[in-house]
């Protein structure tokens, strides 16, 4: 359903022949049950009743969660009536360009951490500011070159950092 900024909803029961129309919108309220609220411009910024977001996955196995920021351009899908739609995806304007412009990277970036990841060289890249890893059985990291892993004193056998070098104990890949 749609409604006028600070008027009743618009609409009445789902009389819909089953066509849709394409939008662009813009968010203006975001919820955590996966839906939020859009400004759609071309309706006379009428927005939208809280409408899902879509996603990759909401089954059993979420692997991927997003939702939009307020003030982020989207694309809406809406029905004839404007009654029921979703929330396709955000959308890079000249105003908003994406991040990166190589075709051949992968990009992320949530608050302060970055991910990028190149598809030709196999290079994956990680900024942030702590790494924390949790396995419930063992870690194994394969690497030819000779890893130095530094990690802050924990036990009671030495005053300094305890320090774990490994070498290509594997041999030659």
């Given at each position: ?35 939020a609220?859009a ?18 996955n ?88 000779v ?19 490994a ?6 890949a």
């Amino acid at each position: 359903m749609l409604k006028s900024k600070g008027s009743k909803s618009k609409g009445s029961g789902n009389n819909s022949s089953g066509a849709s129309s394409l939008h662009f919108a813009e968010i203006v309220q975001v919820f955590g049950n996966g839906t939020a609220i859009a400004r759609i411009e071309d309706l006379d910024n009428l927005e939208t009743m809280p409408i899902p977001v879509g996603h990759h996955n909401s089954k059993d196995d979420n692997f991927f969660y997003w939702m939009p920021r307020v003030g982020q351009r989207v694309a809406v899908l809406m029905d004839e009536n404007a009654e029921q739609g979703v929330i396709l995806c955000g959308i890079y304007t000249e105003s908003d360009p994406p991040p990166i412009t190589n075709l051949d990277q992968f990009y992320l970036k949530i608050g302060g951490i970055e991910i990028v990841g190149d598809r030709i060289t196999g290079v994956l890249q990680v900024d942030c500011t702590r790494v924390e890893i949790t396995c419930s059985t063992e870690t194994t990291i394969n690497t030819i070159p000779v890893v130095c892993v530094g990690a802050p004193d924990n036990d009671d056998e030495s005053s300094g950092s305890d320090r774990i070098t490994a070498s290509n104990q594997f041999g030659d890949a």
